[in-house]
């Protein structure tokens, strides 16, 4: 039944049934501890991967001995970096040592070797003072992969490849003769058994002496033409190398730097974990038949008989005592199973090796000659230290290739399983942490080659380790990944919720994964090992669905990089559900059966029901409850924080679902933010720790509050703790960011508790939209097809209103005609135009501005023209005319409004860093006040979204029987066929809630019932079905029907009609065809397209199409001579030939079709290039026009334009052009002038 819970400071009354027995973990450590990782580990692998750097000769050693972050000398706090555009960084220093070997000279220095981006606690980077965020990639994690295709007869063939994390593939096939081949780094196949005879069996028996006597194995000897291991050692380097002299040398050298080199090949910690995982014997030998007795080699005991079965426990016997080869029975035949050699280290070794930090298997052979030779603790310690590398090995080693091509041969007889590559098991997350680390190694490694050339050029004797090492390939190779890297993204700070899932977004896409244009149906897919890992709900629509997903509730990522989820152990030997937490990666968890978090547990702790319903692998199961091995931990762990936060999920149709998950994330921040009433419960601990509220950092007392300030005296010293609150600071998408507090003087506060309010959170919880009074009834039509009527009451009382603020920036730099100055002083502008410019040419904070208004007064030295004799007279006897300038001034873009609430000057003399050329740089900031209007979007959290049709009086909106009008009235036709059914109960349980003054919490997948809604509607005194008789507002009578009413909780979303309005008569035309540009950033026209056309024809409307297709579009002279007539009020000319029909037949000449324009008689058309003369007499410069052909361009001031004269009105990055309905060809000319930018 409902039980109230407290989050924060408010109390919800909750309908979950599952107990949480375990904290959601932090919502952004994927972020945090990877880059902790990058910081303590990450950086220290990579030097130690390219120690020592020695010179040609050997005598020079360089070495990278320690390094650290110089955290005391960060320039910039995270604030000032956003404001000064820099990066947020730390010095990294590195201690560096350099030896002469000839001299046994050492010298040691510590280099600086560039500043290093740092996180900042939100899990963000600042890169030139914009946030941005790292993405996790999903790939293809190192390791072996088998799978089968089957041929024309039905016969399964086999194949597998050998997946590095760097370095050669190899990939083994199997053909319908039985021959089994392979490929080496995707070159040409060979026969297996050479690459074998390669790596040490010279002859045939030795062979089949060793992998067993098989008769696909014995084809492949057959088919192979090498009998010794030089031949096979010839015919491999054949196959590599191509056209150069095969010597047995070059050809062991060549195999050994292709495979068991550490530099040239590496498996990676997670490659050598799958490794040795899969190649394993005792995963291969369960329930398998000995084929003769399995002897123990130390005590020389039977553990198996010949013909008996191999149990689990045997196998993982087998596997720890070193033995690598075993014969198996199958269906009467002899197989040979053999393993890679590799062994738990602690099942030989009996004293503690905690502190040699071994966590993988080791090398088994080698291990043995280390304890077969010593016999003391220390020395065994100090040798696996010696032999680490041997130990676990970084490359691939021999033992690793013949266990692969023992699996090959073995999966014919079903030895072995074929992978699934979508599995979970098989994917990991590259996060930050390494995608740095990646890049930082390329950095490095391409330093080593200027090292290495300085190291030969420079005088031994006077040689430093800092005249050694250049710094600029490190920098440039991290430069390039947080600037232009496709993980590097932009962050989307809409709203907190789109902040904190934009942090647990995992991508598919980006080097070294997938392309949106190879990925299948399979790799988007939904997959049964995503449970609890990555949320089935939570992805884009459209080309990159599936492809970009979201990390589960209370997923964890492993130190391997693969996603865990947990669970509750149940203990079989009582059937007791315990309280113990266990994390399982995806292949884990597929030898277990789980139950469901809902299934009912008694008293004692024991399920309730004798049979279960579990899942297992990819089938449901209903067992017995004592098969049950483990047990959800929550309701809400298969989904994301977003789908987490939409009640009644399990009553929404999937694909509603998504959309609802999606545009709760581009839901704009109000001016009075309210937490929903129907919630789910997890509001808080996304608002928390999304980063966006400021807390606590240490229990103490409140001693002072103000709208922008709060201190808290602490407990434990007695000291102040300042928080400076944000006040209207604009977010990276152009919506407000500000923050109110929530505690009063004197208040006590423990560690951690929420101090105030952020963008979009009420009461520390996450408040995207508001709580309205609906009702699904249609009214006269305008809530047809999804539309939306509203009451006048949303608009007059501000229920959704949000606060927009807009950057605008203007640069005064120094041109080839002399420096720009920012001024009052503008030429042709009059002192009314200038009313709220001060004195130094700039806005005053608070003016109200209107577009064409000026922000920014600034005039550029303009091309002097050669003088007359005349004028040089005049010039000399009444002294120096006013040098010329023209008008470059800031001003508000076309269609944007509002108050100027921040002017920002930064300029050499203040020591501010401007970029090169630049003397002064102006920001101002435009706030805007947008009220609902028509043509918004709104949206529900269940999909259900629509546009705004019409603004109602409230009068006119129909009304409930005690008078109260609805605010919105919704189309009921938008619920059957959408299947998202959360919405009718969600607005049930809302309209009794309200009525109780209750807040709920109804969790997903464990939420409120019909009849737990049914009591509450009673407990509230409405009937039980939710309707309830309305009235018309116009005319008071009743509607036939009753109408289901109720709160419903509503978003306004970041597509406004105030960004999307755009008219324009003249403007930017593109350079080719002389076409308007397109979208309203360019400030383009509207496209009349061919289906457009095909209208006016089918209409008959000849003229109407001749005037669109001519002097609307591209009849360059047409349309100015148009345009002078429409403004004397004359007739309007006839109009010419289009530009477009011009350049089509510049085409077809340049093909050498000999194409003429013949008129009515037969006789050539001239059609001339307009020359320069007529556009001389064409020129009209009306206000608007911005017909590029008129502009005079001086080819020598081509730097004297300056970036606020290029058309394209908004910085628009070059993926939005395309969405904008922008081609190539659409440049116009001042892109071409103005090539500084």
């Known amino acids: 039944m409902v039980h109230p819970v407290q989050v924060g400071k408010r109390t919800r009354m909750s309908f979950g049934k599952v107990k949480d027995v375990t904290e959601m973990p932090n919502l952004i450590e994927v972020q945090l501890d990877s880059y902790q990782w990058f910081l303590r580990e990450g950086l220290h692998e990579v030097f130690d991967d390219i120690n020592p750097i020695t010179n040609f000769t050997g005598n020079l050693v360089l070495e990278f001995v320690d390094y650290k972050l110089d955290m005391d000398n960060i320039k910039y706090s995270v604030e000032e970096c956003k404001e000064r555009d820099s990066t947020y960084a730390a010095p990294l220093k590195v201690s560096v040592r350099l030896q002469n070997n000839e001299t046994g000279e050492i010298k040691e220095q510590e280099v600086f070797m560039g500043d290093f981006p740092l996180m900042t606690d939100q899990g963000t980077f600042i890169i030139n003072g914009a946030e941005r965020v790292i993405v996790s990639q999903l790939v293809r994690s190192p390791g072996v992969y088998y799978n089968f295709n089957v041929d024309k007869t039905g016969k399964k063939l086999y194949s597998s490849t050998v997946i590095p994390n760097r370095g050669a593939w190899l990939e083994y096939e199997t053909d319908s003769n039985d021959i089994i081949y392979v490929r080496i780094d995707k070159t040409r196949k060979l026969p297996i058994s050479i690459l074998a005879r390669a790596m040490g069996f010279g002859s045939d028996a030795e062979l089949l002496e060793y992998f067993g006597e098989d008769e696909r194995f014995k084809a492949t000897i057959e088919k192979d033409n090498t009998k010794t291991k030089e031949e096979a050692l010839l015919e491999i380097y054949k196959r590599l190398r191509p056209g150069e002299p095969p010597t047995v040398d070059s050809a062991v050298s060549l195999i050994d730097s292709l495979f068991f080199d550490a530099k040239r090949y590496d498996l990676s910690r997670v490659g050598r974990y799958k490794f040795n995982k899969k190649l394993a014997l005792n995963l291969r030998l369960v329930n398998q038949i000995a084929a003769i007795d399995i002897i123990n080699p130390e005590t020389g005991e039977i553990m198996v008989e010949q013909g008996k079965k191999i149990s689990r426990t045997t196998a993982e016997e087998i596997q720890n005592l070193g033995i690598n080869s075993v014969d198996i029975l199958v269906e009467d035949k002899v197989v040979r199973v053999i393993g890679n050699h590799f062994v738990d280290i602690n099942k030989f070794i009996s004293f503690d090796i905690e502190d040699l930090n071994i966590k993988e298997y080791v090398h088994y052979p080698t291990l043995k000659e280390i304890l077969d030779n010593y016999d003391d603790e220390e020395t065994i310690k100090e040798e696996i230290k010696k032999n680490i590398t041997r130990l676990i090995p970084k490359h691939i080693i021999k033992d690793d290739i013949f266990a692969t091509i023992s699996y090959e041969i073995g999966l014919a007889y079903s030895i072995g399983y074929v992978d699934d590559i979508d599995h979970l098991g098989n994917r990991r997350l590259r996060s930050v942490g390494e995608l740095l680390q990646n890049q930082f190694r390329i950095g490095l490694s391409r330093m080593e080659r200027v090292v290495k050339e300085r190291m030969t050029i420079q005088d031994q004797e006077a040689i ?292 105030a309010d952020g963008p979009s959170t009420d009461l520390g919880e996450i408040a995207l939209g508001k709580n309205i009074r609906m009702g699904f009834i249609t009214w006269e039509g305008y809530n047809y097809e999804d539309a939306m009527l509203i009451s006048e009451e949303l608009v007059r009382e501000d229920v959704f209103t949000s606060i927009h603020i807009e950057e605008y920036e203007c640069e005064a730099r120094d041109t080839k005609l002399g420096p720009e100055e920012i001024t009052r002083d503008i030429p042709n502008v009059s002192e009314d135009a200038l009313k709220d410019i001060d004195d130094r040419g700039i806005i005053r904070i608070g003016a109200e501005v209107r577009s064409g208004d000026v922000l920014v007064g600034k005039v550029t030295p303009k091309g002097e023209t050669e003088l007359t004799a005349e004028e040089r007279l005049l010039r000399a006897i009444f002294g120096e005319k006013a040098r010329e300038v023209r008008d470059t001034s800031l001003r508000v873009p076309h269609g944007e409004a509002g108050i100027i609430v921040d002017v920002k000057v930064f300029t050499r003399e203040n020591g501010d860093e401007l970029n090169p050329g630049v003397n002064e740089l102006v920001r101002c900031y435009i706030a805007q006040k947008r009220k609902i209007s028509v043509g918004d979007k709104m949206a529900g959290r269940h999909g259900n979204k629509g546009v705004i049709s019409r603004v109602l009086p409230e009068e006119d909106m129909p009304f409930l029987p005690d008078g109260r009008p609805l605010q919105i009235c919704l189309n009921p036709l938008g619920v059957p066929s959408r299947m998202n059914i959360g919405q009718v109960l969600e607005v049930h349980l809302g309209w009794a809630a309200s009525q109780l003054g209750w807040h709920i919490a109804t969790p997903v997948f464990d939420g409120a019932t019909e009849k737990d809604i049914e009591e509450c509607l009673e407990k509230a005194g409405y009937n039980a079905n939710g309707k309830t008789v309305l009235y018309d507002g116009r005319t008071g009578e009743a509607f036939d029907n009753e109408v289901t009413v109720g709160i419903m909780y509503i978003l306004k979303l970041a597509h406004l009609v105030d960004d999307k309005i755009h008219a324009r008569s003249t403007g930017p035309y593109s350079l080719v065809t002389q076409q308007p540009l397109g979208g309203k950033a360019q400030f383009g026209g509207q496209r009349f397209g061919e289906m457009e056309v095909w209208a006016l024809e089918a209409y008959g409307a000849a003229h109407t199409l001749q005037e669109i297709l001519t002097v609307k579009s591209d009849d360059v002279v047409g349309r100015v001579k148009t345009y002078e007539a429409i403004v004397k009020g004359e007739n309007i000319p006839e109009p010419g030939v289009p530009e477009s029909f011009k350049v089509l037949i510049k085409e077809l000449q340049a093909l050498c079709l000999d194409v003429k324009v013949l008129n009515d008689e037969n006789q050539e058309v001239r059609l001339k290039e307009f020359a320069e003369e007529d556009m001389e007499d064409l020129e009209v410069n009306i206000e608007g026009t911005e017909d590029v052909v008129s502009e005079e361009v001086n080819i020598d001031d081509s730097y004297t334009l300056s970036e606020d004269e290029v058309e394209v009105e908004e910085e628009v990055e070059f993926e939005n052009f395309a969405l904008d309905g922008f081609h190539e060809e659409d440049l116009e000319l001042d892109d071409f002038v103005n090539d500084e930018h």
């Open 464 to 755: 430093t380790p800092q005249m050694l090492i250049n710094i600029r390939p490190v920098a440039a190779a991290i430069k390039e990944f947080f600037g232009s890297s496709q993980l590097s993204q932009f962050m989307d700070q809409t709203n907190p919720l789109s902040e904190l899932t934009h942090k647990r977004r995992l991508s598919a896409l980006g080097p070294g994964g997938l392309s949106r244009e190879r990925a299948g149906f399979e790799v988007r897919d939904v997959h049964h090992s995503h449970y609890g890992r990555m949320c089935p709900i939570e992805t884009p629509e459209g080309p990159n669905i599936g492809l970009i997903n979201s990390l589960a509730t209370y997923a964890k990522v492993n130190e391997y990089g693969f996603i865990e989820t947990p669970y509750r152990v149940v203990d079989k030997v009582n059937g007791v559900i315990t309280d113990e937490i266990r994390y399982f990666t995806a292949d884990e968890e597929d030898l277990y059966l789980v139950a469901q978090a809902k299934e009912p547990i008694g008293e004692d702790r024991k399920f309730v029901d004798s049979r279960v319903t579990v899942r297992s692998k990819h089938d449901i199961l209903v067992v017995n409850a004592e098969e049950v091995d483990l047990i959800d931990v929550s309701a809400r762990q298969i989904v994301s924080v977003a789908t987490a936060m939409i009640p009644f999920l399990e009553n929404d149709d999937a694909s509603r679902a998504l959309m609802g998950s999606n545009m709760q994330r581009q839901a704009v921040p109000l001016l009075k933010p309210q937490a929903p009433i129907v919630g789910t419960g997890i509001e808080f601990k996304a608002a928390v720790d999304s980063g966006v509220l400021p807390k606590a950092k240490n229990a103490g007392k409140v001693t002072y509050v103000s709208a922008s300030e709060i201190r808290v005296k602490r407990d434990s010293d007695g000291g102040t703790d300042v928080y400076k609150l944000l006040k209207f600071k604009r977010s990276n998408q152009g919506t407000c960011i500000n923050q109110r507090p929530l505690v009063d003087k004197g208040e006590i506060v423990f560690k951690n508790q929420v101090l």
